[in-house]
């Protein structure tokens, strides 16, 4: 199911990103979905009843669940100048 926070984040970045382009601000919007963390083992344990979070790597799009280090990688790229689409 999809999340309501996440689409109410989208919504206002869209609004952002509209009204700010002219002044050159790039908006962007970071909503990952489970992580390897704590509070993202104790959600999978919760809804699973898995005491490993790894047991759902095979459903995740690069066969893995992502690690917080994988989310910050994605937020570097997108304020950093590597990003064409500024």
Same mark, same amino acid.
């Given at each position: 199911?999809?999340?309501?926070?996440? =689409?109410?984040?989208?919504?206002? =970045?869209?609004?952002?990103?509209?009204?700010?382009?002219?002044?050159?601000?790039?908006?962007?919007?970071?909503?990952? =979905?489970?992580?390897? &963390?704590?509070?993202?083992?104790?959600?999978?344990?919760?809804?699973?009843?898995? @005491?490993?979070?790894?047991?759902?790597? @095979?459903?995740?799009?690069?066969?893995?669940?992502?690690?917080? &280090?994988?989310?910050? @990688? =994605?937020?570097?790229?997108?304020?950093?100048?590597?990003?064409?689409?500024?």
């Amino acid at each position: 199911p999809y999340n309501m926070g996440k =689409a109410a984040g989208e919504a206002l =970045a869209l609004t952002l990103a509209k009204e700010e382009m002219k002044h050159g601000v790039r908006v962007n919007i970071v909503a990952p =979905a489970l992580t390897v &963390s704590d509070m993202g083992e104790r959600l999978a344990r919760a809804v699973t009843g898995e @005491a490993d979070i790894h047991h759902l790597d @095979a459903k995740f799009p690069f066969g893995r669940v992502p690690l917080p &280090s994988d989310v910050a @990688a =994605a937020v570097v790229w997108l304020v950093s100048d590597a990003n064409p689409y500024c």
